[in-house]
């Protein structure tokens, strides 16, 4: 090895020994050896024309490199050689002796294969959730939690239905990633108070632990963030931002199924903040086994740790989740009438709020003292605006009679535009307005499978962004849907 490459890579290596990050929690000594451990076997065969050739001793070696390393060496790299240098990995061939193949280069005798071009090029630091990449271990940044300060554990109403759940959140507050819930996976059907529980647990932790990094998102917005940084190749980077994180939270990661790419990058964020004692919390509308299309050893992973199930509050707790909203509305009612309210809703902790508002304005609006009375009458005039049922079967019939086509077209097979576009809408209309599974849909539909749903969905979503028409047809279809 020529004596200045020598030279130049070490001065590289002690940049980056020197900006590897820990925090108070973790152990330097430990993160130094580790990186020792893996940069040992690691040895650079040439440098042309800012064109560097590293040694390593397998494909392993250099995939991990570009996982967790590659940000931080090309910082190095830039420091020490300049901009623009384009990293090549010679992977070494441990072959039994008389099977080597022939060598395209020779490295103190090891066979070695033709090198991968790797462009290194300067990394930014952002402090966007949009765009979040950064160089790790140089400069953690000022992330937003994206955390709801209305969605705390003092606002949360306990009860049989959510009791575990609760209490095994509480417990994750005090210690992220420190328990054995990890990851804390919390399923349950819509509008039960999953995603109130994530937040309160992201809270508690910035309120008493507020050097932790804590982030909240949606995994559509996760989605969306892979999809742009793969776009820009920035798919390292996109990785490294995550593995920053000390408390990662998604709410609904149900929408992952069928994203192949996106649950690999997921797989290996989840890998490195688990190994790295880092607290996962996910939230989804099914259990880990029920999901769909979602790779078997991220399914295992989310069996790790504690999967807590949060059902539709029971009568109790529906009372309690009253009196709690009313009082914090500076309202009080008498026992007969929370015992009515709460006996009339039963589906979810949503649909209950929403009834209670209900009552409030329509009391406010008439200027009449809450009374029993009022609120049967206010009740039925609810029940009378909901007695249409918002069904699949009603959306399709909505969106056959607003294109004049017959419902058997719908269903069929057939891509022509004047066909699909309405199978699209009718698909996306059944997914915002109900709470059928993409794969119930799918059935519904003709028999298509759910990933065609999820893909119709999506279709809808981003063109009605830039197409007036497609706006128009949304607007004008649910006012038909509503009606």
Request: with cysteine; net charge neutral; hydrophobic share 40%.
């Amino acid at each position: 090895m020529d004596q200045n490459l020598g030279l130049i890579w070490e001065r590289c290596l002690k940049f980056m020994r020197d900006n590897l990050s820990a925090s108070e929690h973790e152990d330097v000594k430990k993160l130094e050896h580790s990186f020792d451990l893996l940069f040992d076997r690691v040895q650079p065969v040439s440098l042309i024309n800012h064109n560097l050739t590293l040694l390593v001793p397998s494909d392993f070696y250099k995939e991990y490199i570009e996982e967790n390393y590659l940000s931080l060496l090309s910082a190095a790299l830039k420091k020490n050689i300049g901009k623009g240098v384009k990293l090549w990995y010679s992977v070494m061939e441990n072959k039994p002796q008389g099977l080597e193949k022939p060598a395209t280069q020779n490295y103190k005798g090891i066979s070695v294969q033709a090198p991968k071009v790797q462009e290194v090029l300067p990394t930014t630091v952002s402090k966007s959730l949009v765009n979040p990449f950064v160089v790790p271990g140089i400069k953690k940044v000022n992330i937003d939690a994206n955390l709801n300060p209305n969605l705390s554990f003092d606002n949360f109403v306990e009860g049989e239905s959510n009791k575990f759940a609760c209490t095994v959140a509480k417990t994750i507050a005090k210690r992220p990633g420190a328990t054995s819930f990890n990851p804390l996976f919390i399923h349950g059907g819509v509008g039960v108070g999953k995603t109130h529980l994530a937040h309160a647990i992201g809270l508690d932790i910035k309120q008493n632990l507020p050097d932790k990094v804590v982030l909240y998102l949606s995994s559509e917005k996760f989605i969306q963030q892979f999809v742009s940084a793969a776009k820009a190749q920035n798919k390292t980077d996109f990785g490294n931002f995550y593995q920053m994180v000390d408390v990662l939270i998604i709410d609904d990661i149900q929408f992952l199924s069928g994203k192949a790419a996106t649950q690999d990058m997921f797989f290996h964020i989840f890998d490195h903040l688990h190994q790295n004692g880092k607290q996962i919390i996910l939230t989804s509308d099914k259990a880990p086994a029920d999901i769909q299309d979602i790779q078997e050893r991220i399914v295992s992973r989310f069996k790790w740790g504690l999967s807590a199930e949060v059902k539709s509050p029971d009568f109790d707790t529906r009372k309690k989740i009253i009196v709690d909203k009313l009082h914090r509305d500076g309202i009080v009612l008498k026992d007969d009438m929370v015992d009515f309210l709460a006996g009339e809703v039963k589906s979810n902790v949503r649909e209950l709020i929403g009834v209670i508002n209900s009552v409030i304005a329509h009391s406010m609006i008439s200027k009449s003292d809450l009374s029993l009375d009022l609120l049967k009458e206010t009740i039925n005039k609810i029940a009378a605006n909901q007695k249409k049922t918002i069904n699949i079967p009603y959306i399709q019939e909505v969106v056959c009679e607003y294109f004049g086509i017959q419902r058997e077209q719908l269903l069929s097979k057939t891509r022509k535009r004047e066909i699909a576009l309405p199978r699209q809408l009718a698909m996306y209309f059944a997914k915002e307005y109900t709470n059928a599974t993409f794969t119930k849909i799918g059935e519904e539909m003709g028999g298509k499978d759910h990933s065609t749903v999820m893909y119709a969905c999506e279709t809808i979503r981003d063109v009605s962004k830039i197409d007036k028409e497609l706006k128009k047809y949304l607007k004008e279809i649910k006012d038909k849907i509503f009606e």
